[in-house]
């Protein structure tokens, strides 16, 4: 596959971002289209709604007009995703997607790649936080020093002996029957 190619199938969501640029959230956002553009085009009044749905989706509309070097970390990661999104790709690759965002907007994020990937989207996502992975994962895998440790379904691979192996603490694991899953919680 040719780089542009790639780029129109494949999203990247870094788990940072420092702009230099004090381009508006939307122009942010369209960077998006890019891959769908040849070298002297311009995007059209189709780029432009894609834009706009990626920035209704992630739920920051009203930051549409605000420079991106302006807006809080949060506020950054998300115009991250939504600029990934406008690239309307196949495969979303998320490194740490949750990170700088608060809890409410953590849980969006979440609800929002669950609709993803039901939708057909396939996606890869790193986290440090095993609660993740029983949160709308279908397959799990757990690294340590740039190798597997374990692979499977969360409710295989998030155990008390995998999370002291990957990072050196106790935890309970425990079925929490109001919202009908697992978590994982520190001792």
């Known amino acids: 596959m040719s780089r542009t190619e790639i780029a129109q199938k494949i999203g990247y969501v870094p788990q940072s971002d420092q702009s230099v640029f004090p381009f508006s959230i939307l122009d942010f956002v369209m960077l998006g289209r890019a891959p769908h553009l040849s070298f002297f085009s311009s995007p059209g009044k189709k780029d432009h709604k894609i834009a706009e749905n990626a920035i209704n989706k992630v739920g920051i509309s009203h930051l549409r007009n605000r420079p991106v070097t302006e ?73 340590l020093e740039n190798d597997f440790i374990d692979q499977g379904t969360a409710e295989e691979v998030i155990t008390k002996e995998n999370m002291a192996l990957a990072y050196g603490v106790d935890v309970t694991i425990d079925h929490v029957s109001s919202i009908q899953r697992n978590v994982c919680l520190p001792l």
Do not use: C, Y
């Open 71 to 143: 807006v809080s970390g949060g506020e950054r990661q998300l115009a991250l995703i939504a600029r990934a999104l406008a690239q309307e790709p196949e495969i979303l690759l998320l490194d740490e997607p949750t990170s700088h965002l608060d809890f409410g907007n953590q849980v969006h994020v979440l609800n929002l790649i669950e609709r993803l990937t039901s939708q057909g989207t396939s996606v890869i996502m790193s986290t440090h936080f095993p609660d993740h992975g029983f949160i709308g994962s279908k397959n799990v895998a757990i690294m």
